[in-house]
């Protein structure tokens, strides 16, 4: 048997409402210029529109009766995805690096992984720290903790970096995590 696999299809947000798909019976018109017409039909104000070969658009539905503008509503949209996209834009993306120790980690292991640390942190990335017990390590959990200890107490003597533990070590199955974020 064959199955089928369907592509979703993405819903388009429903934008604001315009022309015959505003449905009061009356609405407080705004012109073309900005100014305050006053409350009359729907019906009116669509040929109020249509005679400026422009849309009446409903810009505040929930107020009563719902305000209705003259408005192109194609250079309406296009404004409202320009201002969507800019805000997009500035929002700051924190990504978080997972960083994994093991038990018996060697010296430069542990130094080029500090290294990693310093690096990500001073990019304003989080750290997420893992250290994964296996077999016969999982009778010594004080050690494993001890070491997540020692690597976070070094990340806090560099003199570029301002430490702070978002998430306190946890330890689930033999698997310790901490999450660590430079507030500077």
Known sequence: ???????????????????????????FLIDETGENVG????????????ELDLD???VNPKAEPPV???VDLGQLKYEHEKKLHR?????????????????????HDFGFRLAQAEKFLSK?????????????EKQYPQKAREIVDNFVAQLR????????IEQALTNQGGRFTIVLVNKK
């Open 157 to 164: 003597q560099k003199p570029d970096l301002v430490v702070e």
């Open 56 to 58: 009446l658009v409903e």
């Open 124 to 136: 304003e990335n989080k750290i997420k720290l893992e250290l994964i017990l296996r077999g016969r």
């Open 87 to 107: 805000q997009k834009v500035m929002q700051k993306k924190i990504d978080t690096k997972v960083i994994r120790l093991s038990f018996r980690i060697s010296e």
């Open 39 to 50: 409350v009359m039909t729907t019906q009116e104000a669509i040929a109020r529109a249509k």
């Open 68 to 70: 209705a503008k003259i």
């Open 1 to 27: 048997m064959r199955i089928k696999f369907h592509r979703v299809e993405q819903k388009e947000k429903k934008f604001f409402k315009s022309n015959t798909q505003i449905r009061s019976e009356q609405v």
